[in-house]
């Protein structure tokens, strides 16, 4: 999987996309796409200072890129993951949660 670059790449996913939750993420899809692309987002928010946004982006694409088989098994798309908690929890709760998270998609 690859990134998602272009403002109107992402406007068009969060315009027209799919959104399914969980516990620690939100993710807004669109399936059918030519290729599987995403994109991580931790809010300003929830986390003001950049070191805790930069590790959660880090944790959350190591997911990804740890589950990338599962996620292409639902063929091609465009992936918004956010991270919706407010607290920093472990990469073990994330994993587990962005597994729910990609079987409620199917």
Do not use: Q, T
Not at 22 to 50: G, M, Q, T, W
Not at 73 to 98: A, P, T
């Amino acid at each position: 999987m690859k990134p998602l670059k272009g403002n109107k790449s992402i406007e068009e996913l969060f315009g027209s996309g799919k959104r399914v939750s969980s516990s620690f993420l939100h993710c807004i899809y669109l399936l059918n796409k030519e290729d599987s692309r995403f994109v991580v987002s931790v809010p300003k928010k929830n986390f003001s200072l950049a070191v805790d946004r930069n590790k959660l982006k880090r944790v959350l694409r190591e997911v990804i890129r740890k589950h990338s088989k599962e996620v292409l098994s639902l063929g091609g798309g465009w992936f918004v993951f956010v991270y919706s908690s407010e607290k920093v929890v472990s990469f073990l709760e994330i994993e587990k949660d962005f597994s729910l998270l990609i079987k409620n998609i199917v």
